[in-house]
């Protein structure tokens, strides 16, 4: 009986990987070539009058280890109404997160994902906590039926500490073009420092081509990176070719460090089903001459050198 | 076919929360306002002459940080008999915790509840590791059937280091009344030093209004708590009102310590559904001149300072 | 809707221990001594042309404690052809762990277990890594309709640390018999020294009984370990009757060390339904004069002291 109020969700994608940074070259299993594997419980309750409770709890997976057992990727409680929008609190996305996912060939995964270099600074993730996701959030969602706008914002506590967020997106969606707009700033230190991202992006759909657009700019007191992103989707048969470029360019004015690295990335989604899939990717990551930008999971890399990575495996969801 | 042997079941509770201790505000998102966030999982297998054996997985979520992934909330296999009752083997709470639980207007969640001040001594919980729950445990419960009287008992192993538990509840429920004893005793040091704690609680419902009180006294060694609580739900349309007092005395004849915290909380169910609440609760904890008695999760307290909490929160389960 | 695509199960398997090394005795609460605690999920989906693709989870569970949350038991994805094998990523049994828990008969759980004394080196579990499971790992299993012919093979990436592993595991299944031959190389130290497992083992069911027999060695450099166990099965009504004996013989040509370890166990398991069992074992391991190996959990031994365990537990599957 109250089993149907709970669907359970997940995605194993597995697959082998070699990563060559410089001359170092590493074999690796892989967990999230298309999509992170994870595992999720999700639930809504018609309350009546057009309002909803729901909650959501979803978890990565390391399947190359066999890690789990978090509720990271998202853990909410929503209260919704058809007309007013979604009150949602809990660890979620961050709104300035979306456009880097939407609005690239690969989302954010695998070799090939733009956000291997736009992340943060530098290519490292994790600069500030709220990239990708927030904790301590209270979020808000336009409702359904705006004519094709959507929007969302969110604001989360630092709780004494940092990761204090406020940020927004606003988009538009209709005729086969998606275009939004993103703005956040996470108080990123102790003193107070501010970390600030600006987005935009876009994708447009006509026949079986999809194009994608992002500029995704963040800074932090000195310390600012700018980065390009194009790609497209190009279905063939039960199957996507995928291809993606992305321009980064970091710079630091407290200590003169300006470096840019371009990665290349095309790859291939062959649907078994709509559950299931096999895929391969291959991506290049060029450095200027101090870049460090690179395909994470391989060897430590020299100012410089280039990153590539390859990669082919299994994606089945449920 | 399997699948239909589990129940999958849980709560997300979050909340905004406002703690203030002495001069000092923090702002925090809370997870437990009505009811600890969770996620369990459980069922029954029906052995036939009565007999049944059944299991029972349930553990916290954070949801403000995406937290969980243990069972240390329930870890339990039960062989039950209708005539003779359970046998239970596993990680549960302890006897002497239920009077807590059942005989305070908040129970055991939010800025409000009496557990605030009465876990363990001095208002730190976790004194023992059996204050609300213990490790190795083989529990007997009472069957059904014996004209409103109910009880359990438990043993746990130390496992050659402290946590060895042996306690019991017995109690009376009918005609609006409910009424329970509980007694225990732990291993606490590795020198063999006793944690004993005594409780009796009852509750009594009429109309709208229960009343509900409760003494509970812990001890070890050369330091005692006494607490007293009184408290009192009111329904009010889809709504309940909730009261609640305490009175905690901490002494230490050691190095004499003696001072005493007053606890004074209201606030608000508003039931959307069976499933799903908004809630409110607003809570004042007094320290006498050395006291340190606190509202959990705020800044540190000084001697003698006041504690304040509140909160609001969606409480939704499945 | 989407839920029909997973099975939740599990194991609860819980009971009462008593292990006593050499004068040392201590009371325990077991986990395990039937089956490993445990929860999971896992799935197929039909993809046509007897093509399918599945997922499986299953992590430990500790019901003393309330431990949990990983997915280290097992945490695969895999393609599967009728005709053609089955082909599966991620973490998972090492094909030659396969023969030390279907021809022992106690498995590889409880007092009782041989492999308590067979795995690694010296009673020593985790001596590699691969002994029962492995990271990162493709493995490969021979499809249904080859006349009884069984078989697997797994490689395992070091991803540049150690756990490089190499193995396969071929036998043969029909009239009651049933032997396998597994054989594993195991990159163990940085250094590149090998790990390396042979084992060979059969079962024989006539009747009510079943007889079961391993041989298992395990070798690195200069260290090596023996181990030949006999067993059997004898069903007696709803009851199993199970018997064990291992014989253990580590050498070190290193440092001359050279000693024996025998274990000898007898249980009963009575079924109460397919699901739940009432079970109890007891188990003796006698050294020789400089032997150290022992049942785990208990206190530690002194060099050729006996270690004695007897258990009594619930058994629940779900």
Redesign the interface.
């Known amino acids: ?3 149907s ?6 995605v ?5 990987q070699r990563i060559k940074n410089g001359s170092k070259t ?4 892989s967990i999230d070539g298309l999509q992170t594997s994870r ?1 999720g ?1 999700r ?1 809504t ?1 018609q ?1 009546g009058g057009g ?1 909803s ?3 959501h ?1 979803e ?1 990565a ?19 919704a109404s058809k007309d007013a929008g979604e ?1 949602r ?3 979620d996305y961050t709104p300035t997160f979306w456009n880097i996912s939407r609005f690239n060939a690969f989302g954010t995964n695998g070799v090939g994902a733009a956000s291997n270099l736009v992340y943060g600074f530098d290519g490292a993730s994790g600069t500030a906590k709220t990239v990708i ?1 927030s ?4 979020g808000y969602f336009l409702p359904d039926g705006l004519g094709g706008v959507y929007g969302q914002a969110m604001v ?2 630092g ?2 500490s940092t990761g204090r967020y406020v940020g927004a997106r606003l988009g538009y969606a209709g005729n086969g073009l998606d275009v939004a707009l993103g703005l956040s700033e996470t108080t990123n230190t102790l003193a107070g420092d501010k970390f600030k991202v600006f987005n935009l992006g876009g994708s447009y759909a006509v026949g079986a081509l999809k194009l994608l657009g992002l500029v995704h700019n963040s800074k932090q007191t000195t310390r600012e990176q700018k980065n390009y992103v194009i790609g497209a989707h190009y279905n063939v048969g039960s199957g996507i070719i995928r291809v993606s470029h992305v321009n980064a360019h970091s710079r630091n004015t407290a200590n003169g460090e300006d470096y840019t690295g371009k990665l290349f990335a095309v790859g291939y989604v062959h649907q ?2 709509k ?2 899939s ?1 895929y391969t990717t291959l991506s290049k990551v060029n450095n200027s001459k101090t870049g460090r930008f690179l395909i994470p999971g391989g ?1 430590a890399i020299a100012l410089g050198d280039d990153s590539n990575g390859i990669e082919a ?2 994606y ?1 969801s ?1």
């Open positions: 009986a109250q089993q109020n709970v669907t359970i969700f997940g194993l994608d597995v697959g082998v590493l074999n690796l299993e595992l419980f639930g309750e309350l309002l409770a729901s909650f709890l978890g997976i390391g399947p190359d280890t066999g890690a789990g057992g978090d509720w990271r990727r998202r853990a909410t409680v929503s209260l009150l609190l809990g660890r996701r904790d301590n959030s209270v989360a506590a709780e004494g078994l089903s559950r299931t096999l060897s495996g299994i089945h449920f």
